[in-house]
């Protein structure tokens, strides 16, 4: 029996949406129970609320009934006063615990958040790890990267320093940002409203994606436009295009992939490889 077999995920999907809805109360014995239920299984690790494609190529899969927990979650709660060591905190979600247990490394005052999940060998500098998000294996969360509420994050990732992955909990149906096994984003760079990065991906140092940026392949002979999703092994830098408006022509900002990583190479020599070939600033 796997993990996520052994909780009661119908009846708590069926009070969570009752619960969300306001057609059962706040103070509902089950309902409490469901949603603390819920945020301590995705505190574990069984329970994601955004699931890998089943088969390669396939859509990952938004769980909002798991938003909804967590939004929930927040109303049932008050700020209460945390302590680490000398330093004071005033919030309704406590950190993470047991991190020597979970084979994770932590460097002061970087902070995962209850709820969220980090798997073994991730190392968290000064930086912050929202409720839902989930961090792979062996991926680095470099200086004062952030990665928002319900992020996913896949396997030996670098999040290099202040890189921001942002979050989403509504609406809850909303795709929350996926960075994919092996991709490599630059400092600085900001990925936010749902983006899927490609895994073996390397974002290039200030690189901007939202929901409305228009991605540009410019490897052809013509340029390829495209927005929400940056392909596997894509080599991508800051670049502009120019837009007419009343007051005259200007550059908009865009993303432009440049290159491919080589398959024939391992993650590391392939990020050499980039930077040498391409000048992609990280």
């Known amino acids: 029996m796997s993990a996520i077999e052994t909780y009661p995920v119908e009846r708590w999907q069926k009070a969570i949406a009752e619960g969300f809805a306001g057609t059962r109360a706040l103070d509902d014995a089950s309902l409490r129970g469901a949603v ?3 945020v301590a299984a995705l505190d574990a690790g069984d329970l994601r609320v955004c699931s890998p494609p089943a088969s390669a190529g396939g859509p990952w899969q938004t769980h909002a009934w798991l ?3 967590i939004l929930l979650y927040f109303r049932m709660h008050v700020s ?3 302590h680490a060591g000398d330093i004071e905190y005033f919030d309704k979600v406590p950190p993470k615990r047991n991190l020597e247990t979970a084979g994770v490394r932590v460097v002061p005052p970087g902070v995962a958040r209850y ?3 980090l798997e073994r060998n991730v190392i968290l500098m000064p930086g912050f790890v929202n409720i839902g998000a989930r961090v792979g294996e062996g991926t680095m969360v470099d200086t004062w990267a952030t990665v928002g509420s319900c992020a996913q994050v896949g396997k030996r990732v670098h999040l290099s320093g202040g890189v921001g992955i942002g979050g989403v909990l509504e609406p809850p149906q909303a795709q929350p940002v996926i960075i994919e096994d092996d991709a490599f984003i630059g400092s600085r760079a900001i990925v936010v409203e749902g983006l899927r990065v490609g895994s073996g991906a390397v974002l290039g140092a200030g690189v901007v994606l939202t929901a409305s940026t ?3 392949d ?3 002979a013509k340029p390829v436009e495209s927005k929400g999703f940056v392909p596997p092994n894509s080599v991508v830098i800051p670049g502009y295009r120019p837009k007419a408006f009343p007051a005259g022509k200007y550059g908009v900002p865009c993303a432009l992939v440049i290159g491919q ?3 024939s190479t391992d993650t590391k020599t392939s990020l050499n490889d980039a ?3 391409f000048g992609v600033a990280v």
């Open 214 to 216: 228009v991605i540009v």
């Open 218 to 220: 410019v490897t052809g």
């Open 275 to 277: 930077l040498r070939e």
């Open 80 to 82: 209460t006063p945390l």
């Open 67 to 69: 938003k909804q927990a």
């Open 115 to 117: 709820g969220s999940f």
């Open 261 to 263: 990583r080589k398959a």
């Open 36 to 38: 603390e239920g819920a």
